[in-house]
Each structure stands twice: as structure tokens, then as C-alpha cells.
């Protein structure tokens, strides 16, 4: 049993969440908020791993080269023309 002592701005700030969220009650909400937490302090994962993993299919059209400065550079311009157009 945890009894905690919220001012009035966290505790408007608690029952908004709990209105905006369905079937949540402070005791699940509290529970989720705590796993949530511990999860990301979760020292076996790797930062990536904490975050969800490397995005999927993001850079597989990306030139080899895509790490070189001149490359990048060209590469965001040709997009930026190519958006404006």
C-alpha cells in the first residue's frame, strides 16, 4: 500500500489523464507509470533497444556514402528542391 499527497495542480493534472485515458483508475494508471519508468532505467537493454530499436526501412534507399559530410549535404538539397517543386 502506497499513500502519496498530490498538490491541487497534480492532482488536476492526475484526473485529467484519467478522463482523457479510457478504463484507467490511479491505482493502474500509477502501476503503468512506474513500469513505464523502470523500464526505460532497464540497464541490460542498450539506449536503441530502451527506444524501440532501430528504425525499419529508414535509410535503405540511402547511398553507401551517405555518412560523408558532401554527400548529406547534397542529398538534403536534391530532397529540398524536389519538396518545393
Same mark, same amino acid.
Given at each position: 500500500?502506497?499513500?502519496? =499527497?498530490?498538490? $491541487? ?10 478522463? @482523457?485515458? =479510457?478504463?484507467?483508475?490511479? /491505482? /493502474?494508471?500509477?502501476? =503503468?507509470?512506474?513500469?513505464? =519508468? ?15 530499436? @532501430? $528504425? *525499419? @526501412?529508414?535509410? *535503405?534507399?540511402?547511398? $553507401?556514402?551517405? /555518412?560523408?559530410? /558532401?554527400?548529406?549535404? *547534397? ?8 519538396? @518545393?517543386?
Amino acid at each position: 500500500m502506497l499513500t502519496v =499527497r498530490l498538490d $491541487p495542480e497534480t492532482e488536476q493534472k492526475l484526473a485529467d489523464i484519467i478522463a @482523457h485515458e =479510457r478504463d484507467v483508475n490511479r /491505482s /493502474s494508471l500509477v502501476k =503503468r507509470l512506474i513500469l513505464e =519508468r523502470w523500464l526505460t532505467l532497464n540497464l541490460d537493454n542498450t539506449f536503441v533497444e530502451r527506444r524501440g530499436g @532501430h $528504425p *525499419q @526501412h529508414l535509410l *535503405q534507399d540511402a547511398p $553507401p556514402d551517405l /555518412s560523408e559530410r /558532401s554527400t548529406r549535404k *547534397q542529398a538534403i538539397s536534391d530532397y529540398l528542391k524536389q519538396r @518545393h517543386s
